[in-house]
Structures are given as C-alpha cells and as structure tokens.
C-alpha cells in the first residue's frame, strides 16, 4: 500500500518544532527530510523527537540533532510482496521509495495500514477519585464524570483513545462508580469493550492493578481519569517498546518563576546574580505504560501508589524510562483547571 506524500516532507533546515507538526499532521508518526532536489536525506520518528527532548533539545533545535540518516529504502518499481516481505523482516511500517537518483517518490505502507492502526493495547483507567477540589460538583457526581461541553470528562478521554485506535478499557472505580456503570455499561454504545474493577478501599494506582481479573500477557496503559490531553498514546506505547521499558512515565515540563532576583555566591562573595530565574522541571503527567513484568512487585489487597510501585520495579533492576509529553495537557484537579479545559475543548480538540 502507498502513501502520498503532501505535509511528511520537509527541509533539513526544519526546526524540531515544524518535524513535530508535519508528523502530527502526516498521520503516519513519521517526517520524510529531503533536499531541495527532493533526494531522500533522513527520517524523523516521533520517538525520535521526544528523545532529543529529553537530551535537553528545545522545539527550536533543527532537525539534524535527530533525524535518522541512511534509513531503509524501496527503489521504485519494486513489487508490492517484495516491500511486505521486507517491512515484516524488519519490523518496519513504512519505508520511503527513492527513484534511481535517491529521489523520494512515495511512501509504502504496511498491508492493512490506514490512518488509525487498531491497537490490542489494554488501557485502565483511575475513575475512583473523590474530587474533594472539586466540591460541590463532585458531591451527587464522581469527578470523571463532570461535563465537558456536552459531555462527561470521562467519555471525552476514552473517545480520545478510541481515535487513536485502542479499544480495550478496564475502568477502576470506587466513590460513586455506580454512576459511571450506569453510563458506560460493557462500552458497545461507544464501540469499545469496557470492563470493570472496583476498590472497597483506597488501593492507590498501583494497588487497584491488583483487582484486575488476570495479568496482561502485553504492555498496557495507565492513566488518571482526570487528565485531558492530545499526546500520543500509540507513540508513548511505541517508544516504550524501543526502549525496553519495564515502566514509561509520561512527563511535562513545569516551569517555576523566582519572583525575585537570584544572588549566586560563594560564602559572602557574590558570584552572579539572575533576575527572576525560570527553573524547569520534568513532573509526572498521570499517564503510564507498564509492561507486564510490574505485576511481579504488586501485592493482592496491598494498598499502593504508583511512585512506590515504580520505585520498586526500579529497585529490582528493571528499566524505567520518561516520555516526554509535549502536547496538550491539563490534570483537571481544580475548579479553575476545569474552567479552564471547558473554555479550551474545542478549540484544542476541534470537537
């Protein structure tokens, strides 16, 4: 199967930040750098542009501190099983088909590929929140389900999934989860699959995993069921695999202003002075891929918060890696997050 290629090309003089809006409106989690004879130079994946994130790379960094050099290539006019056959050896879902010249001319896609790949990935999410922050609203209502726009929080994060082709949900519930059975019900109103597990006490993240009915035999997704945002999930699941992960954390930068001016010294000799410093963080983001390995550092009926299960797989020896989120994203914990993600919705999500 072929692809055009209109918004996946772009200049090697292109800025981390155009990379990142080709490949998100490419569809196809890749951007295709060429020259200005159109001769194929590189490949830039999503993952790719998160981990020069994560090297300290600013959105303004050109793409040159990480494209892929050298990537596979189909030359034209090579059959249609001749590219299957290579994208299955090499685990690939597209490669970029270059004329005799190394001019790129089309993109060739994996049999069955469309826009949105259907993905088995489980996903659960935490709905058992008391939403004391968001009292009185959440006092007849549990917080996942407070309206935004015209419906409930809760519907509009799993539809956000559903686009992004995941399809199985496990809803952990506990303050008032009758109200969101009622409304979910199995998922099949909404074309999902949609099951259920419920904490008679507080089990923290990581101990509701302890309720589900079986281990996933796969990586699966976590998430708070508070968090409104546009990240890619399938790339998060992605970059997970590449890295080996036993557990991926997303991350947000969260920038804090000094609202003073900073005087550096070195006993009662000034050394520098900043005036009103940012200093930035990485901070959890609420969203997790695990890998089914967790489960073995996860008591039955033990009470456990995530940051203590990650500490433990990370004790054991187990790789943990953070993704970095740079999309939108809004953790709905107080009355001004949700006025704020109300008045933002369409605009951000188009619907």
């Not at 993109?107 to 469309?114: E, P, S, Y």
């Amino acid at each position: 199967m072929m692809t055009d290629l209109k918004k996946m090309t772009l200049t090697p003089d292109a800025t981390l930040r155009q990379v990142m809006e080709v490949i998100d409106s490419g569809a196809r989690q890749i951007a295709l750098v060429t020259d200005a004879e159109g001769v194929l130079i590189a490949t830039v994946t999503d993952g790719d542009v998160r981990r020069g994130l994560l090297r300290g790379l600013t959105l303004e960094a050109p793409v040159s501190e990480v494209m892929h050099r050298n990537p596979t290539t189909l030359l034209k006019g090579a059959s249609a099983a001749s590219a299957q056959r290579l994208m299955r050896e090499r685990g690939l879902s597209h490669i970029p088909v270059v004329d005799p010249e190394g001019r790129l001319v089309a993109l060739a896609l994996r049999d069955g590929m469309t826009g949105v790949e259907p993905r088995s990935t489980r996903v659960i999410l935490m709905a058992g929140g008391l939403g004391m922050r968001l009292r009185p609203l959440t006092e007849t209502v549990p917080k996942p389900m407070i309206p935004v726009g015209d419906k409930p929080l809760l519907e509009r994060i799993v539809t956000r999934f559903q686009d992004q082709g995941f399809s199985r949900f496990t809803l952990s519930l506990n303050y008032l989860g009758h109200v969101i059975r009622d409304h979910f019900g199995d998922g099949s109103q909404l074309g999902v699959e949609i099951d259920y597990v419920e904490e008679t006490q507080r089990m923290g993240t990581g101990g509701a995993l302890s309720l589900l009915d079986s281990r996933p035999d796969e990586p699966f997704v976590v998430m708070n069921g508070d968090i409104l945002t546009t990240t890619s999930f399938g790339a998060m699941m992605d970059f997970h695999a590449e890295t080996g992960s036993a557990v991926t954390i997303c991350a947000r930068e969260f920038n804090m202003q000094v609202p003073y001016g900073v005087l550096n010294t070195d006993g009662t000799t000034l050394v520098s002075m900043e005036e009103k410093p940012v200093h930035k963080h990485l901070v959890n983001a609420g969203i997790y891929a695990l890998s089914p390995v967790a489960f073995d550092h996860i008591k039955d009926g033990e009470p456990l918060d995530m940051p203590d299960l990650i500490e433990r797989v990370k004790d054991a020896g187990h790789k943990v890696s953070v993704f970095p989120v740079r999309e939108y994203w809004m953790d709905i914990g107080r009355l001004e997050d949700l006025d704020r993600a109300r008045s933002e919705y369409e605009t951000v999500f188009g619907k």
